[in-house]
């Protein structure tokens, strides 16, 4: 387990245009999950809500075009599952993607794991991470496609904005059913069940912003499968997957369909370890606690005064309330107790240019383990 020591913070968001005009509060407990109308009261008499820069002090202001929000608060991070050094290659394009000596990374991403600092993630996420330990400067690793925090697996990035343009050139014909796709991409999954179905060829719509689901009005996708091995002690196929079109969740809404979900993917039916899942989530919630308890010196913004800074750690629900305040200030993904990772990972990416093709690979999850006779060398692309 990987978690940060806490540090005292000042978030800012800029107003959104759905804001304007709505009183501060309103916006503050529906964006902001972990606002209780009595914990925000709190932060307001005390002077750590800000509308730019100045404290506020009723909480009926309505809030205008270009204003900014501030919230000073003691900030915990949840932890992520990641080795001692996160894996991964370099590779060169060839002359004819005219990029020169640039470089393309392809990291071996651990389940769990964001890609960009968001939400309660910051230190913990990815990018941030490999550019530590690359000796990278700050916010110059740019990610060339995107992968779910659950998902582990190839990640292709660069520091450099033509073999940025020349991978993402290549990627923009993914969707274009039925023609000649430049990018080729093979994934593992491990889903419950003998896996007999060669293919799925059925729309994949959006049931919400983060769920997908086979919709009649969904744009046309098409997934191709190939299974590897059976273990009949658990009832568990490990099945190789080939995403021919690149819609939203496509592997795991059409695993679903089919009946057999990913094991661990509870957003898709996928079954999970109770037992173990609570026992990490515990693990999560005191190795939190703990961490905090062992920070001798407050890590803080050096804007903030030292009153804000001890003001902040007071009403800070983790520390206030141990770990029934963690358990309110995270959701159980974010704890590692279900949902934080699936058993789908991106093995290959096949880049094709005119003159050459560029194949980027990670080795093989430690979940293929249960399964035998599983080499890479077996593993081979589906046509």
Known sequence: LR??????????????????GKPLTTVLSSEFHEFSLKWMQQLIDARLIKVNGVPVSKSDGLLQKEDTVERVVHWHEPPIIVPETISLTKHSLPDTANCGNGILYCINKPASVPVYPSGPYYSNSLLMMVEAQEGLPPKSLVPCHRIDRATSGVLLCTIDSKVSRAVQGRMASRNEVGTQHPIKKLYLARVQGKFPDPSSSVPVGAA????????????????????????????QSLVSCCPITGRGHQLRVHLQFIGLPIHNDVEYGGVINTKKMQEQKDASIKSMLDVSKAT???????????EEVETAIRLCKCCCNGKEGVKEAFNTAQLLGGGHEVDLHALRYSISFDDATVECATDLPPWVTSFEDVTLNRIAWLT
């Open 3 to 20: 978690v940060p020591p806490p540090v005292v913070r000042v978030l800012r968001s800029a107003v959104k245009g759905r804001w304007c």
């Open 208 to 235: 919400s912003m983060m769920h997908r689901s086979v919709s009649r009005d969904g744009k046309q996708a098409i997934s191709r499968f190939r299974l590897l091995s059976y273990d009949a002690a658990t009832d």
């Open 296 to 306: 001798s010196v407050c890590l803080r913004d050096k804007s903030l005064s030292e």
